[in-house]
């Protein structure tokens, strides 16, 4: 195979900016705390750090209400220190993937209140506008994902406008030319800084069906579920139009030298996520696969999954895994924390790029938030359904000084209650740690290019035990997962394997049998 490209056979980390570290007392992580950490991502071994929206904002949905898409919030710094980050990440052989949010911005950026100034303001086209229906009603059935029609009025001018998001999130209106040559100066202005690339937010909502039709309702809606799922996003969202943006983006990206990356939050199921590659590979370069989040936590389910994926795959196309970020469960929450080192060995040996979601290196689990303290607009509008995102954003968690070495003030969310042992230096000096294993395992990625690009194949579930095969050359190694908590006796396929790893610490005997909740990764060099 050509050498790889370094979003191929890297691992990216995600920064959540508010909750990594803050410097001056705040209680908010910043840019300069980003920059003081850095040596955690080169400790961690990981390649590459995204870093969600750092833009000024009005911070209503905490950074993805954008005001100004070229700026930087003074909550988290100057642009001063953006570049100095930027250098010293660069100096570090560390990547730096900004949050671009192209959908929507916020209804406080200048374009949003020019548009809504006048019916003839030249910008009132870059936002979608549109009549009362007859009734005076909204234009249409669209929810927001946030709940409630995602129509709001503007009695001044005597339209509705549209907002996927919140309120405060007026949609964008891609059709327009000049919008888009905007949104294009902005990504450039960032690439002209040396940026490696983008996580582009919600990609599959930018372009919505031209004439606007009802949403047909969703069969399977039933109450508890989320208000936005009452009916199909079948034209809202995912329109055709969408994929010649992202060759545009993409071709920007590639316009630059260095191998800037584009990566699309996409949440649709594998035959609709797969032409965000691009039919001829000319879209983004990483349209975020994300079933894991959901999947089931058995090994029937999840050999399915990844035989599902690899085979929906177009050709060429570079798979990637997440197990979690800023929106959903955290994953030591969702499986246990035995299950958590399983989890790791995963994400991190199967074929495809890994993104680490921060804190999840530490088995950082979701913190519950007391009802006085909730922030999160998505909890405070459907509040109990458990769709709030603050349990998943609490400080990292660095040391057992005053509050964990994350603020010297009083942090915006609360610490994990168990932070006094679950930190970054705790866990430094524990062999047995998740975070051991998770510097383990990136090391291993590094040294057996069988693991970070080669092949896979048999996929295979056995009961609790998920087995696949990776091969690169004349290497070839052998995962062997338990997702149960029993003891499992071990059928290796042929012999001449012998142990490279296991998730669990001590002594091991043989390759016959895997303990509960371990998983191993066994070698054979001779083909
Ligand atoms: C997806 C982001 O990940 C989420 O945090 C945000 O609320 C929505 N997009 C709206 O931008
Ligand atoms: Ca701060």
Request: charged residues 25%; glycine residues 8%; aromatic residues 12%.
């Amino acid at each position: 195979m050509t050498h790889p490209k370094w979003w191929q056979s890297g691992v990216i980390y995600q920064v959540y900016p508010r909750s990594f570290q803050d410097t001056n007392g705040d209680g908010i992580g910043d840019l300069a705390g980003i920059e003081r950490r850095l040596d955690h991502f080169v400790r961690l071994g990981v390649d590459a750090i995204w870093i969600s929206p750092i833009y000024p904002s009005p911070m209503v949905d905490f950074g993805y209400d954008v005001a100004d898409y070229t700026g930087v919030h003074p909550m988290f710094g100057t642009m001063a220190d953006f570049d100095r980050l930027l250098s010293a990440a660069h100096d570090r052989g560390l990547r730096l993937l900004l949050d671009f949010v192209p959908n929507h911005s916020s209804d406080q950026h200048p374009w949003f209140l020019e548009s809504r100034s006048s019916r003839d303001n030249p910008k009132r086209d870059w936002y979608i506008w549109r009549d009362a229906a007859p009734d005076g009603g909204p234009p249409n059935n669209w929810i927001s994902d946030f709940g409630g029609s995602a129509w709001q009025w503007d009695a001044a001018t005597g339209q509705y406008y549209y907002h996927a998001m919140l309120v405060e999130q007026p949609d964008l209106n891609w059709r327009n030319p000049d919008l888009k040559r905007a949104m294009f100066d902005a990504m450039r202005f960032w690439f002209d800084k040396g940026v490696d690339g983008f996580r582009v937010d919600i990609l599959w909502h930018m372009v919505k069906a031209a004439d606007f039709p009802d949403n047909p309702p969703n069969p399977d809606w039933r109450p508890g579920m989320a208000d936005k799922d009452r009916v199909l996003q079948l034209y809202s969202t995912d329109q055709p139009e969408v994929f010649a943006i992202a060759e545009e983006m993409r071709a920007l990206a590639d316009s630059y030298p260095g191998d800037r990356v584009l990566i699309g939050e996409i949440y649709l199921p594998y035959d609709r996520l797969m032409p965000y590659y691009g039919a001829r590979l000319d879209g983004v370069h990483l349209p975020f696969n994300f079933e894991l989040i959901t999947a089931d936590w058995n090994a029937a389910a999840i050999a399915k999954l990844i035989r599902d994926y690899e085979g929906a795959l177009p050709e060429g196309g570079w798979p990637n895994w997440v197990l979690g970020n800023h929106d959903r469960p955290r994953i030591a929450t969702r499986v246990g924390e035995p299950q958590a080192r399983v989890a790791a060995m995963l994400l991190l040996t199967l074929r495809g790029t890994p993104t680490i979601y921060y804190g999840d290196e530490l088995g950082l689990g979701d913190v519950a938030i007391p009802a006085e303290l909730v922030q999160d607009p998505r909890e405070l509008r459907e509040p109990g359904l458990g769709f709030g995102r603050d349990p998943v954003r609490t400080p990292m968690p660095w040391d057992a000084s005053a509050n964990a070495g994350f603020t010297s003030g009083e942090p915006w969310l609360p610490l994990n209650g168990d932070w006094r042992t679950r930190n970054v230096a705790t866990e430094e000096g524990d062999r047995g740690s998740l975070l051991a294993l998770y510097r383990d395992l990136l090391a291993l990625r590094r040294a057996h290019p069988a693991l970070a690009m080669g092949a896979v194949r048999r996929i295979e579930a056995d009961g609790d035990v998920l087995a696949y095969e990776r091969m690169q050359g004349q290497e070839r190694m052998l995962v062997v997962l338990n997702l149960g908590a029993e003891d499992q006796v071990l059928n290796l396929p042929g012999e001449g394997w012998s142990l490279l790893f296991s998730t669990c610490s001590g002594l091991r005997r043989s390759t016959a049998s895997l303990e509960a909740n371990e998983g191993l990764i066994l070698i054979k060099t001779s083909l």
